[in-house]
């Protein structure tokens, strides 16, 4: 089944539990404002230096802020060969809407 190019925040936390990875490639100083637990932090400058940490084997979900830096970041890994990777629309703020009311807002 091929992995969609961008799902919503509502969908993106489904597919976390069941089993999927989270990047958040926000940079250091904006995730310590909020992040999803369990997620792992490649900031989005560091992503080329660090393809062998993002798997093949698993669906790669992809969160930003508002979506635009994951986006890029998810055509980047698709053009280098990772069919896996999938866009969080919308970014931590849709994920604080639709998901997690507590995550705080910026």
Known sequence: MPFPLETTAADSARLLEAGALLIDVREPNELAVCHVAGGKHIPIREIPARLDEIPKDR????????????????????AAGWDNVTNVAGGIDAWALQVDPTLARY
């Open 59 to 78: 669906q790669v979900l992809i969160l930003c802020h508002h979506g635009g830096r994951s986006a890029r970041v998810t055509q980047f890994l698709r």
